[in-house]
């Protein structure tokens, strides 16, 4: 499975953004698809993960209300959609093919850094 993130950038507290994760391969169908992120300092976080059926999702309780996970099965893609942003949210974002919705990630894409400004 190869990932491949994008959408990262500026923006001030309060704004939206929205992350793309790009899937190829063979197997990347099989596997739920998750965002993780790591601010400077701080272990890898989950963020949130969604079946590759779309019908389940799972959220960090901090984002959820703001962020949310989606994915078009026709593009292979996951997105994350982040709205009311906050400077606590600043880190660099990975997305991951991952066992189900909480299990290991057995692939990760490269990170895309998220900073919001307060």
């Known amino acids: 499975v190869q990932l491949q993130a994008s959408g990262g950038g500026l923006v001030q507290a309060g704004g939206s953004l929205r992350l793309s994760c790009a899937a190829s391969?063979?197997?990347?169908?099989?596997?739920?698809k998750a965002w993780f992120r790591q601010a400077p300092g701080k272990e890898r976080e989950f963020v949130a993960a969604i079946t590759w059926s779309g019908g389940s999702t799972h959220y960090k309780d901090s984002v959820e209300g703001r962020f949310t996970i989606s994915r078009d099965a026709a593009k292979n893609t996951v997105y994350l959609q982040m709205n009311n942003l906050k400077p606590e949210d600043t880190a660099v974002y990975y997305c991951a093919a991952t066992v189900g919705l909480t299990g290991p990630a057995r692939a990760w894409g490269q990170g895309t850094q998220v900073t919001v400004s307060s």
């Open positions: 391969g063979r197997t990347s169908h099989t596997y739920a």
